[in-house]
């Protein structure tokens, strides 16, 4: 009879979870092999034998950003009942998420991986195919809108999803230089201004 392996002596869940943390607080570039191995509370043949490297790792700390902290944006759109409910939902929702005192402030998403050189290069285009896929979701969105009469006929749902996509990275940004919910709020207000312009 085959020998067992040898049981791991962390929890991969929680190791994964504090690794997710670490790269949004520091950054994909930012976060050291150092970082993460003390972070997840683990040396580094285990953070090998577990995730491979420290790409493998990322991804899967984004996978699980996008499961738990990263999905407000996901479930405004899906759940929502109009289109304007759910672009309104979907600022407000990730404006608590971005300035959580308890978490990193920000997106992931938008923000672990800012920091650009060719040695990344996967990295970053993973973080913009990610992006991209955001800005579909929310024009598919609004297309619906379109469709179930909630918005005017022939609305400009590309360059709205455009629109909603970079007012949502921006207050991102504005949330981790510490601006706060009060200001955000405020911009969100201008924002869906123009939405209010195509909603019937």
């Not at 570039?29 to 683990?42: Q, W, Y």
């Not at 902290?69 to 759910?86: F, N, V």
Request: net charge negative.
């Amino acid at each position: 009879m085959a020998e067992r392996g040898r049981p791991r002596g962390f929890d991969r869940d929680v190791a994964l979870r504090r690794a997710m943390e670490a790269f949004w607080e520091l950054g994909y570039d930012g976060a050291s092999m150092s970082d993460l191995t003390a972070a997840m509370g683990i040396n580094s043949p285990s953070l090998y034998a577990a995730f491979g490297d420290k790409e493998s790792l990322f991804r899967a700390a984004v996978e699980l950003y996008g499961r738990t902290e990263g999905s407000h944006t996901a479930g405004a759109l899906r759940e929502q009942p109009t289109a304007y409910a759910a672009i309104e939902a979907m600022l407000r929702d990730n404006i608590t998420h971005y300035t959580d005192p308890g978490l990193p402030n920000g997106c992931m998403v938008v923000l672990a991986g800012a920091t650009y050189t060719t040695r990344n290069a996967a990295v970053r285009e993973f973080l913009v195919q990610a992006r991209r896929h955001t800005t579909a979701d929310i024009r598919a969105r609004l297309d619906r809108g379109v469709v179930d009469g909630d918005l005017a006929p022939g609305t400009d749902t590309a360059s709205l999803a455009m629109l909603y996509s970079t007012v949502l990275y921006g207050l991102s940004i504005q949330a981790r230089d510490g601006v706060g919910p009060d200001e955000l709020s405020a911009a969100v207000d201008s924002a869906l201004r123009t939405l209010d312009a195509v909603t019937r």
